[in-house]
């Protein structure tokens, strides 16, 4: 089992950055794939992007491609990170990390889940 806790989240005016973190708990990080995910209110829980457990993979839906970059650190920090840039009011939206168990596509199943921290983003 692995414990997931996010960090980073805030206040940002459109064309600003953030970077979210997400630190996980035990030994056996490196198994893991790991997403972020977001839900703006009244619409559905989105997966935005991914990366496979020794960072091989990735997947970015389309709506963030060429201004988000998720990262990961396997060896020291058991983290994985979302630098996002050109943010833009669309964007805001509560965003959760996720951790998928296995060898499953990116897009498929996640089994454990942070509490999710909230991005803002003002016009």
């Known amino acids: 089992q692995v414990q997931l806790v996010e960090s980073g989240g805030g206040l940002v005016q459109a064309g600003g950055s953030l970077r979210l973190s997400c630190a996980a708990s035990?030994?056996?990080?490196?198994?893991?794939?790991m997403g972020w995910f977001r839900q703006a209110p009244g619409k559905e829980r989105e997966i935005v992007v991914a990366?496979?457990?020794?960072?091989?993979?990735?997947?970015y839906v389309d709506s963030v491609k060429g201004r988000f970059t998720i990262s990961r650190d396997n060896a020291k920090q058991n983290t994985v990170y979302l630098q996002m840039n050109s943010l833009k009011p669309e964007d805001t939206a509560v965003y959760y990390c996720?951790?998928?168990?296995?060898?499953?596509?990116?897009?498929?199943?996640?089994?454990?889940w942070g509490q999710g921290t909230q991005v803002t983003v003002s016009s």
């Open positions: 996720a951790a998928q168990s296995l060898n499953r596509a990116l897009t498929g199943y996640y089994d454990y």
């Open positions: 035990g030994r056996t990080f490196s198994s893991y794939g």
């Open positions: 990366i496979s457990r020794n960072a091989g993979s990735t997947y």
